[in-house]
C-alpha cells in the first residue's frame, strides 16, 4: 500500500538479544511511539528502518517500495540525525555543520530551518562539540525537521532536554505532521509524547511486541473498577488482574467487555475509572511472555 508502513516479520539477532519477529502496519501521517524498557529494542527498530543496521529476516515496505539498501528512492524519504551522524561533524560550527549536512536532503526547507534556530535560541556560531547535551538535542532535532522528511525517525529526542522545548518540539512535530503529512516514529520514555503525539502505541519488551494499539483504544479499554465487597467472580471473564479484596478492586484491559459480563450477572459498578497511559504500558511490562 502506498499510504502505508508495513514491517513484516522482521528479525535482528544479536548474540544475547533478539528483536522481533516484529509486524507493524500503520498509515501515513500519523506518529508511531515505540515505548518499552531500556534494552527492549526500539532503537534497534529504527535503526533497521534507517538501514544502519541490517535485518536478518523479514520485509519492510515504505509508502509502497520495498526497503533495500540500494533503493535511493526510500532513502530520500527518511530522516534520522543521530549522535553518530553529527559526531563526525562535530568539530565545525552548528552553521557549518549544516551546510553539509543540508545538502543529503532534497526537501531542505531553509525557511524552517532559520526559524527554528531562532525559536530555540541555538547560537550558531558555537562548535556542536562544545553545546551542552541538551543543546546537541535540539539542533539534531531542527536538523531532522527541517529536512521535512516523509518519513521521520526519531530516537528520544527530548531526552535532556529543558521543558519549554520539550513543548515546543511537540508542537514543531504536530506542524510537520499537519503541513508536510509526515510520519513519524520515535521511541520515547516521555509519557507527554505519547499522550499529546501518538497515534499509535507499540510496546516492545526484550525485543517483542507486547502491544500494538491506537492511543485511544488502549486509553478507553483499560480500567480500574470497585464492586461490591464479596461478588463471586467465577463466571467473569474479562478482568486482568484483582488489586484488592476490600475494597473489591479488578483492573482489565477491555472494559466494554466487563461491563457487559457484569451486568448479565446482575453486578452492580460502584465506580470505574480508566487508567492512565504510563499506567497501562507498565501493566504491559509487567507481564510475562
Ligand atoms: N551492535 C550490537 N551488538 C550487540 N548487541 C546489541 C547491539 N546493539 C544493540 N544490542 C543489544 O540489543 C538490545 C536492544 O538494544 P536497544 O538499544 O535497541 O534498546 P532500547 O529499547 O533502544 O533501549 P534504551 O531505552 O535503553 O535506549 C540490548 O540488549 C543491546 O545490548
Known amino acids: 500500500m502506498e499510504d502505508s508502513i508495513q514491517i513484516e516479520s522482521v528479525i535482528k539477532r544479536f548474540n544475547n538479544f533478539q528483536l522481533g519477529p516484529i509486524d507493524l502496519t500503520f498509515e501515513q501521517g500519523t506518529v508511531l511511539a515505540l515505548v518499552g524498557e531500556n534494552g527492549s529494542g526500539k532503537s534497534t527498530l529504527l535503526q533497521i528502518i534507517n538501514q544502519l543496521l541490517q535485518k536478518d529476516e523479514g520485509n519492510i515496505t515504505i509508502f509502497g517500495d520495498k526497503l533495500e ?58 562548535k556542536y562539540t562544545n553545546c551542552s547535551t541538551g543543546t546537541k538535542k535540539k539542533v539534531a532535532f531542527i536538523l531532522a525537521v527541517s529536512s521535512k522528511p516523509k518519513l521521520l525517525l526519531l530516537d528520544e529526542p527530548s531526552a535532556n532536554v529543558d521543558m519549554l522545548s520539550q513543548y515546543m518540539m511537540m508542537e514543531d512535530l504536530r506542524s510537520l505532521q499537519d503541513s508536510n503529512n509526515s510520519t513519524i516514529i520515535i521511541a520515547t520514555h516521555m509519557e507527554e509524547d505519547l499522550k499529546k503525539l501518538a497515534d499509535y502505541i507499540c510496546i516492545l519488551k526484550q525485543g517483542k511486541i507486547v502491544a500494538f494499539s491506537d492511543k485511544d483504544t ?52 460502584n465506580q470505574i475509572i480508566r487508567l492512565e497511559l504510563r499506567e497501562v504500558i507498565t501493566k504491559y511490562c509487567q507481564k510475562s511472555l
Open 69 to 126: 539498501a540500494t533503493n535511493d528512492q526510500v532513502k530520500q524519504n527518511i530522516t534520522y540525525i543521530g549522535e553518530e551522524l553529527l559526531l563526525a561533524y562535530s568539530h565545525m560550527t552548528i552553521n557549518k555543520m549544516t551546510k553539509f549536512i543540508e545538502r543529503f536532503y532534497n526537501n531542505w526547507d531553509q525557511m524552517l530551518y532559520d526559524h527554528l534556530i531562532s525559536r530555540y535560541e541555538i547560537n550558531v556560531n558555537e
Open 218 to 269: 488502549l486509553q478507553e479499554s483499560w480500567a480500574r473498577v470497585w464492586l461490591d465487597d464479596g461478588i463471586n467472580l467465577s463466571n467473569i471473564q474479562t478482568y486482568y488482574e484483582m488489586e484488592s479484596r476490600s475494597p473489591l478492586q479488578l483492573i482489565t484491559n477491555d472494559i466494554f467487555q466487563l461491563e457487559r459480563e457484569l451486568l448479565d450477572q446482575h453486578v452492580k459498578i
